[in-house]
Protein backbone atom coordinates (compact mmCIF):
# COMPACT_ATOMS: atom_id res chain seq x y z
CA UNK A 1 0.00 0.00 0.00
CA UNK A 2 0.94 3.78 -0.62
CA UNK A 3 -0.26 6.59 1.57
CA UNK A 4 -0.15 9.91 -0.14
CA UNK A 5 -0.52 13.17 1.96
CA UNK A 6 -1.04 16.67 -0.11
CA UNK A 7 -0.16 19.92 1.78
CA UNK A 8 0.31 23.99 0.54
CA UNK A 9 -3.02 24.62 -0.87
CA UNK A 10 -4.61 28.07 0.26
CA UNK A 11 -6.16 31.54 -1.29
CA UNK A 12 -3.89 33.22 -3.49
CA UNK A 13 -5.05 36.65 -5.32
CA UNK A 14 -4.94 36.00 -9.13
CA UNK A 15 -1.56 36.26 -10.68
CA UNK A 16 0.20 34.63 -7.40
CA UNK A 17 1.91 31.76 -6.95
CA UNK A 18 1.49 28.40 -4.86
CA UNK A 19 3.40 25.31 -4.67
CA UNK A 20 1.73 22.19 -3.40
CA UNK A 21 3.25 18.84 -2.01
CA UNK A 22 2.51 15.41 -1.91
CA UNK A 23 4.65 13.54 0.27
CA UNK A 24 4.52 9.82 -0.08
CA UNK A 25 4.93 6.70 2.34
CA UNK A 26 4.76 3.09 2.26
CA UNK A 27 5.76 0.81 -0.85
CA UNK A 28 6.67 3.88 -2.97
CA UNK A 29 9.53 1.43 -4.85
CA UNK A 30 6.56 0.18 -6.27
CA UNK A 31 5.22 3.40 -8.11
CA UNK A 32 5.78 4.37 -11.59
CA UNK A 33 3.71 7.78 -12.52
CA UNK A 34 2.28 9.84 -9.85
CA UNK A 35 -0.31 12.94 -10.81
CA UNK A 36 -2.10 15.97 -9.61
CA UNK A 37 -5.42 16.18 -10.53
CA UNK A 38 -8.21 18.49 -9.74
CA UNK A 39 -12.00 18.72 -8.96
CA UNK A 40 -14.00 22.27 -9.01
CA UNK A 41 -17.39 22.05 -7.39
CA UNK A 42 -20.22 20.42 -10.03
CA UNK A 43 -17.69 19.32 -12.47
CA UNK A 44 -15.50 16.41 -12.93
CA UNK A 45 -12.05 15.70 -11.83
CA UNK A 46 -9.58 16.84 -14.17
CA UNK A 47 -5.92 15.78 -15.30
CA UNK A 48 -3.65 18.32 -14.06
CA UNK A 49 -0.04 17.12 -14.73
CA UNK A 50 1.88 14.31 -14.45
CA UNK A 51 5.58 12.97 -13.76
CA UNK A 52 7.08 9.33 -14.68
CA UNK A 53 10.64 8.35 -14.12
CA UNK A 54 11.49 5.38 -15.79
CA UNK A 55 12.13 7.38 -18.20
CA UNK A 56 12.19 10.72 -17.18
CA UNK A 57 9.08 12.24 -18.69
CA UNK A 58 6.25 14.95 -17.75
CA UNK A 59 2.78 16.08 -18.97
CA UNK A 60 0.44 18.48 -18.39
CA UNK A 61 -2.93 19.53 -19.57
CA UNK A 62 -3.13 22.39 -22.25
CA UNK A 63 -4.60 24.61 -19.56
CA UNK A 64 -1.67 24.56 -17.24
CA UNK A 65 1.02 24.06 -20.07
CA UNK A 66 3.80 26.88 -19.41
CA UNK A 67 2.39 28.12 -16.05
CA UNK A 68 2.73 24.77 -13.77
CA UNK A 69 5.45 22.89 -13.29
CA UNK A 70 5.59 19.15 -11.78
CA UNK A 71 8.36 17.98 -10.12
CA UNK A 72 10.04 15.05 -7.76
CA UNK A 73 12.21 14.37 -5.51
CA UNK A 74 13.20 11.00 -5.14
CA UNK A 75 15.52 10.91 -2.12
CA UNK A 76 12.54 12.23 0.13
CA UNK A 77 9.37 10.44 -1.95
CA UNK A 78 7.87 13.92 -2.68
CA UNK A 79 6.32 14.79 -5.41
CA UNK A 80 5.90 19.34 -5.73
CA UNK A 81 3.90 21.08 -8.31
CA UNK A 82 4.28 24.83 -8.77
CA UNK A 83 1.74 26.98 -9.73
CA UNK A 84 2.26 30.47 -11.28
CA UNK A 85 0.27 32.98 -12.75
CA UNK A 86 -2.82 31.12 -11.05
CA UNK A 87 -6.12 32.51 -13.08
CA UNK A 88 -9.80 32.08 -11.29
CA UNK A 89 -10.38 29.13 -13.13
CA UNK A 90 -7.54 27.39 -11.02
CA UNK A 91 -9.61 27.23 -8.33
CA UNK A 92 -10.69 23.73 -7.18
CA UNK A 93 -9.39 21.08 -4.88
CA UNK A 94 -6.16 19.77 -6.05
CA UNK A 95 -5.41 15.81 -5.38
CA UNK A 96 -2.17 13.70 -5.51
CA UNK A 97 -2.23 10.13 -7.21
CA UNK A 98 -0.19 7.67 -8.33
CA UNK A 99 0.18 4.17 -10.13
CA UNK A 100 2.34 1.67 -10.45
CA UNK A 101 2.32 1.05 -14.14
CA UNK A 102 2.98 3.77 -16.61
CA UNK A 103 -0.18 3.18 -18.39
CA UNK A 104 -0.33 5.10 -21.79
CA UNK A 105 -3.57 6.60 -20.40
CA UNK A 106 -1.66 9.62 -17.82
CA UNK A 107 -4.79 11.85 -18.28
CA UNK A 108 -7.63 9.20 -16.71
CA UNK A 109 -8.31 9.28 -13.22
CA UNK A 110 -9.16 5.78 -13.61
CA UNK A 111 -5.60 4.16 -14.24
CA UNK A 112 -4.37 5.58 -10.69
CA UNK A 113 -4.15 3.17 -7.85
CA UNK A 114 -3.52 5.73 -5.15
CA UNK A 115 -5.04 8.61 -3.87
CA UNK A 116 -4.40 11.95 -1.17
CA UNK A 117 -7.30 13.56 0.79
CA UNK A 118 -7.00 16.50 -1.54
CA UNK A 119 -6.26 20.19 -0.86
CA UNK A 120 -8.02 22.87 -1.70
CA UNK A 121 -6.56 26.20 -3.80
CA UNK A 122 -8.43 29.05 -4.03
CA UNK A 123 -8.16 32.36 -6.39
CA UNK A 124 -9.71 35.11 -6.10
CA UNK A 125 -10.08 37.74 -8.96
Known amino acids: QVQLVESGGGLVQAGGALILSCAASGRTASLARMGWFRQAPGKEREFVAA????????YYADSVKGRFTISRDNANNTMYLQMNSLKPEDTAGYYCAACIFPYSEYRKAAFYDYWGQGTQVTVSS
Open 51 to 58: ISWSPPST
